[in-house]
T-cell receptor, first 111, second 114 residues
Framework: DAKTTQPTSMDCAEGRAANLPCNHSTISGNEYVYWYRQIHSQGPQYIIHGLKNNETNEMASLIITEDRKSSTLILPHATLRDTAVYYCIVRVRNYGQNFVFGPGTRLSVLP | EAGVTQSPTHLIKTRGQQATLRCSPISGHTSVYWYQQALGLGLQFLLWYDEGEERNRGNFPPRFSGRQFPNYSSELNVNALELEDSALYLC?????????????FGPGTRLTVL
């Protein structure tokens, strides 16, 4: 059963912020939100994860709503190299548990 | 720090043959995971190895098997290849400590079955 819902595709202008939404209305209290991306025919790349607080790293920011039912991944200044499929995944944080990838959002960064 | 490496990059086999794919995890990572990504489909979990043992497997037939070596590298073997086994095979590694689980993926091996 899908735990997350993401738009199929989005466009973003180069240099602008890309805001990728994810709905996870059935998230449990011990489940984290993870984001990965996959550039064409490459292995998925880890971006960021969080539980309830907003998180930021060198790649992106993750904003999680107070009720934790949705989140937004923000790429502050999108470049053409950010064109990829972005996956939002909800899971408990423990080694050994596989990640379940849905169809994700295909982000196209346009010049 | 070197990431997860996989070999070969591409592999072409014919139906009925066996394929062997290799993976070297990030230094210090003891868990290795294998995923299959068929064309147009999502990533499907195949196998998880830790400390040399198979710990979990996805919904794949027994002809998908593998092993993990003492240096934590891993092999995925696919026997009696079928056309539908054509896919990108991805390996990931992670630490094996409570509260850690981020999986880091390699570039993949593209297997083509003719």
């Amino acid at each position: 059963d899908a735990k997350t819902t993401q738009p199929t595709s989005m466009d973003c202008a180069e240099g602008r912020a890309a805001n990728l939404p994810c709905n996870h209305s059935t998230i449990s209290g011990n489940e984290y939100v993870y984001w990965y991306r996959q550039i064409h025919s490459q292995g998925p790349q880890y971006i960021i994860h969080g539980l309830k607080n907003n998180e930021t790293n060198e790649m992106a920011s993750l904003i999680i709503t107070e009720d934790r039912k949705s989140s937004t991944l923000i790429l502050p200044h999108a470049t053409l190299r950010d064109t990829a499929v972005y996956y939002c995944i909800v899971r408990v944080r423990n080694y050994g548990q596989n990640f379940v990838f849905g169809p994700g959002t295909r982000l196209s960064v346009l010049p | 720090e070197a990431g997860v490496t996989q070999s070969p990059t591409h592999l072409i086999k014919t139906r009925g043959q066996q394929a062997t794919l290799r993976c070297s995890p990030i230094s210090g990572h003891t868990s290795v995971y294998w995923y299959q990504q068929a064309l147009g489909l999502g990533l499907q979990f195949l196998l998880w190895y830790d400390e040399g043992e198979e710990r979990n497997r996805g919904n794949f037939p027994p002809r998908f098997s593998g092993r993990q070596f003492p240096n934590y590298s891993s092999e995925l073997n696919v026997n009696a290849l079928e056309l539908e086994d054509s896919a990108l095979y991805l390996c990931a590694s992670s630490l094996t400590l409570p509260g850690t689980d981020t999986q880091y993926f390699g570039p993949g091996t593209r297997l083509t079955v003719l």
